[in-house]
Structures are given as structure tokens and as C-alpha cells.
């Protein structure tokens, strides 16, 4: 039998008589109730209706009616093919990207990904973009102010801190105190952490779309509940107005996400080992340095003590002639001190001392 939302529909439409075809197409693959497990079953999902009405009554014979459900189902064929082709053109998009952005975290990682062409913005259509990186922040495109990307990283810290990112149309919806702050310029939000401290963001802009229906819009206590589902009461136009709401972000957009999130884990854990091995060897080359200084020290001051000690006369001049060294016993012998002798050019104490 009819259901009853759909008699109290054809009621509305003063319609008698109503036939009706459905258009469903494959949603993804997904395992079935078959007994043979290795061959999985397409889940399904109504694309569409097709609804035909007629003021009297009247009968559609079973052959008509068969060549009616099977156009319908070639149409559906048509829609599924057309629906698959430009999610396959896409994603060949997306990996074409990843491999591009894969390339620049070889050569500049990862300040490549947001300061080179392409960048993150390609990965995925957005407005704007931004890369949390050791307490720095790259912006590119129409991003939030650095103010307001803290304080946006500071709520999915506090209120999302099991999750490894976000997804949302409308950051108002998801509860970002902060959202009616943004404007139009910064509405949905996708967000993937890549360590604690560092977070990678992408941002599309609020669509002001008129959506133009094709039926009334409800009256006052004909809203849909859980008990009784109305029905359109005419075919009348009417316009709505989306706000604070921009393009939701489709799946395969976040697998391209999340996958570049695995890449850039990876290669953040592969800088800090870097970076922590280059700290290692410079505090043991500081090591060796200052080894190397206190053996040195302990060398000259032995020898400072071998020249001062030794029972014959030692002096000692640098590349310009000039006296560095000068022991007791040389100034025993010559009768000039050593306060005096150091820093005197030789010849000079030598022509002194000839003179006397």
C-alpha cells in the first residue's frame, strides 16, 4: 500500500493516479548478506525519483510498466558511470598533487608544501591554507589571522584532543566560540594534526547559495518528526538562503588529507632525528674541543714550568721579533728583568746591550 505521506502528497496535488520509478546507483563498495563472501555486493543509494501523476484513474499494464522501470534503471547505469568518471579524473588529480608535494618534502620539508608551487592549496579545493610549524605560522591564501589560527588550535586541543584532525562545513556548527569572528572569508575547516605542537589547515569561504525549491515550503506545525513525515502542500517556488556554510569536504578530499598527514609525520619524525643526531655530534665534537683545550693548556703550562725551571738560558721571540719568552736564568745572565724584556724587539736588546 502507499504510504501515507505519499497519499497525503498526491492529496496536495489533486493527483488520482501516480506512478513512480526510482534512480539508485552504487555507493562504494561494501560487503553483502551473499553467502559467497569473494564477491562483494555494490551498496545502493536513491539518486533520484521519478514521478509521474495523472488526475484520473488509470491503469499502466505490466509491460509498461517494465519498460518504465527498466529505463529507469539504464538511466541509472548512465548517472553511476557519469558520477565514477569525475570522482576517477579527481582523484588522478589528487595523486598527481601528492606526488608533486611528496617531491618538495625531499628537497625543502616541509616549508616546501606552503612556500612553493604547487602547494597544499592543490591538494584540495579550498580558499585558504595554513602550516603550524614549531610555533611559527605559514599562511597562504584567505586564512585566518595568526590571532585567530591559535585560538582555532587552542579549541581542537581543549575539545577534540582524541581526534587527529576535523572536518566541518561550519565551524559555528561544530562549536568554534570564535567562527561569527571569521566572516564569510573562513566558514568550513579541514584540520589534521601532525605532532603536538604542529597542525596543518585548510579553509574554504562561505557559499551564499540560493537554493531555488520546487515545492512550498512547510507551514507552521508541519515539520517532519518521528512519528509522521508531511508532504510539500504545492509545487510553488520558493528561495532559501545558505549561510555560514561552505562546500562540505567529500571523501576522497580527506583521504588526500590524512595521507599527506602519514607523509608529513614521517618526515617531521625524520627531521628531529636529524636534527637531534646533528645535536649529538656537536656536543661531542664541543667535547673534544674542550678535551683538546685543557690538554693543550696542561702542555704549555708544563712547558712554561720546563723553561722557567731549566738551568740554562732560554729566551723565546714571535714571527716579528718581538720577546714572549724569557726565563730566570737569562735574565740572571743579562741583568734585564723579565718584566722589561717582554715585548721588546731583539735586535733592540741587542744593540743595548752592545752599547754597554
Known amino acids: 500500500a502507499p504510504h501515507s505521506c505519499h497519499l497525503q502528497y498526491m492529496e496536495n496535488m489533486d493527483s488520482i493516479a501516480s506512478l513512480v520509478m526510482a534512480v539508485v546507483i552504487n555507493d562504494g563498495d561494501d560487503e553483502g548478506d551473499s553467502s559467497d563472501s569473494a564477491q562483494p555486493q555494490k551498496r545502493k543509494r536513491l539518486w533520484g525519483l521519478v514521478v509521474c501523476h495523472n488526475t484520473t484513474p488509470r491503469f499502466v ?32 588529480n589528487i595523486l598527481k598533487t601528492q606526488t608533486l608535494l611528496c617531491d ?17 592549496m592543490d591538494l584540495v579545493k579550498c580558499d585558504g591554507a595554513a602550516l603550524l610549524y614549531k610555533n611559527k605560522v605559514h599562511r597562504i591564501g584567505s586564512a585566518p ?33 570564535g567562527a561569527l ?30 537554493i531555488r525549491w520546487g515545492g512550498a515550503k512547510h507551514e507552521l506545525g508541519e515539520k517532519d518528526d518521528g512519528r509522521k513525515m508531511h508532504p510539500r502542500s504545492s509545487f510553488k517556488a ?16 580527506m583521504d588526500a588529507i590524512h595521507s599527506l ?35 693543550l693548556e696542561a702542555v704549555t703550562a708544563e712547558m712554561v714550568r720546563l723553561i722557567e725551571t731549566a738551568s740554562v738560558p732560554i729566551l723565546a721571540v714571535d714571527i716579528d721579533g ?35
Not at 569572528?181 to 596543518?200: E, F, Y
Not at 520558493?238 to 578530499?253: A, G, M, N, Q
Not at 741583568?335 to 722589561?340: A, I
Open 61 to 92: 499494464p505490466f509491460p509498461l510498466r517494465y519498460a518504465c522501470e527498466f529505463l529507469a534503471q539504464v538511466f541509472a547505469i548512465h548517472v553511476n558511470k557519469e558520477l565514477e568518471l569525475e570522482n576517477q579524473i579527481v582523484e588522478k
Open 104 to 120: 618538495m618534502l625531499m628537497r625543502d620539508a616541509p616549508l616546501g608544501i606552503v612556500s612553493q608551487s604547487p602547494n597544499i
Open 145 to 177: 589571522s595568526d590571532i585567530h589560527l591559535n585560538d582555532i588550535v587552542s579549541w581542537l586541543i581543549e575539545y577534540h584532543v582524541d581526534s587527529t584532525g576535523l572536518s566541518t562545513d561550519s565551524l559555528y556548527d561544530a562549536g568554534f566560540p
Open 181 to 210: 569572528a571569521l566572516g564569510d572569508a573562513v566558514c568550513g575547516m579541514a584540520a589534521v594534526r601532525i605532532s603536538d605542537k604542529d597542525w596543518l589547515l585548510w579553509f574554504r569561504s562561505h557559499t551564499a547559495a540560493e
Open 238 to 253: 520558493f528561495l532559501e538562503v545558505v549561510k555560514t556554510r561552505s562546500l562540505p569536504w567529500k571523501d576522497y578530499e
Open 261 to 295: 598527514q602519514l607523509i608529513l609525520r614521517n618526515s617531521f619524525k625524520e627531521v628531529e632525528a636529524s636534527e637531534s643526531e646533528t645535536k649529538t655530534v656537536h656536543t661531542k665534537l664541543n667535547d673534544l674541543r674542550i678535551d683538546g683545550l685543557q690538554e
Open 322 to 356: 718581538l720577546v714572549n719568552g724569557w726565563n730566570s736564568k737569562i735574565a740572571e745572565l743579562t741583568g734585564l728583568p723579565v718584566d722589561e724584556a717582554i715585548g721588546k724587539h731583539l735586535l733592540t736588546l741587542v744593540e743595548d746591550s752592545s752599547a754597554e
